[in-house]
């Protein structure tokens, strides 16, 4: 992959400006991270928080970040939360060349794979694992949810498995999977109904509860009158 093919998975209707990072965990891997807006721009995931979640996400630990904005205030935060050191991407030579594939089998067990994934959660502040999985047109991939000591910094599953599909190539999510451990319900915040509504319209979305039951929404009716304005244009740039 070279980065400009990393620069053409983002998601930035609404500012137009794509942004990239890279992250290289403690445990040798490299991870990709791409911007991806929301009409509501604080739902916004940064090309940073998406690497970075990318990586939490798959159990790693990261060590080095890449970025392409190195003056934004953000970096600081994550400096101090997770202990990283923080480098210019360059765009001569971005080490882009080591980001693997994040996609799981097509023919993966979708409930096996929810209950596995839950042990990667990172979830030190609640101790609620939750587990998703999207269905896109590169197949499957997923989230966990990646909590922060400053809880505002975290990521619920579903974002994660969203933000992760686009950096690793997806242009078209169809369907979603939703898994709890516990909770009588499995349910999407709200946050992430007006995140699923954006790149999921008319799509279904499948609850997996914590008692094995399922069951199937279309994302338009988990969320009525979603936040909506023609006044802030969206044309997909990927
Ligand atoms: N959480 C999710 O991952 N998805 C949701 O839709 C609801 C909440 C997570 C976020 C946080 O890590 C924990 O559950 C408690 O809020």
Do not use: M, W
């Given at each position: 992959m070279n980065i400009n093919d990393l620069y053409d998975r983002n998601y930035v209707p609404y500012s137009n400006e794509a942004s990239v990072a890279l992250v290289q965990s403690k445990q040798g891997s490299w991870f990709a991270g791409t911007r991806?807006?929301?009409?509501?721009?604080?739902?916004?995931?940064?090309?940073?928080?998406?690497?970075?979640?990318?990586?939490?996400?798959?159990?790693?630990?990261?060590?080095?970040?890449?970025t392409d904005h190195p003056d934004e205030s953000t970096l600081q935060c994550w400096e101090k939360e997770l202990n990283i050191s923080i480098e210019l991407l360059k765009?001569?030579?971005?080490?882009?060349?080591h980001v693997g594939n994040l996609g799981l089998d097509e023919d993966l067990h979708i409930k096996k794979t929810l209950h596995d994934l839950l042990d990667q959660a990172v979830v030190e502040e609640s101790n609620f694992p939750v587990s998703a999985l999207v269905e896109t047109d590169r197949g499957f991939y997923s989230g966990v949810n990646v909590e922060c000591q400053s809880w505002s910094l975290g990521l619920c599953a579903e974002r994660i498995a969203i933000a992760k599909a686009f950096s690793y190539g997806a242009s078209a999510i169809t369907g979603l999977h939703l898994h709890t451990r516990e909770g009588e319900f499995s349910s999407p915040c709200g946050?992430?109904?007006q995140v699923i509504i954006e790149h999921l319209p008319n799509c279904q979305v499948h609850l997996h509860h914590a008692?094995?039951?399922e069951s199937v929404h279309f994302s338009n009716d988990l969320l009525p009158h979603s936040f909506q304005s023609s006044s802030l244009s969206k044309h997909k740039t990927t």
């Open positions: 991806i807006e929301n009409i509501s721009y604080p739902l916004t995931i940064s090309a940073v928080q998406n690497a970075l979640f990318c990586c939490l996400s798959e159990a790693h630990q990261p060590d080095v970040l890449f765009k001569a030579d971005p080490p882009t060349q946050a992430c109904r008692d094995g039951s």
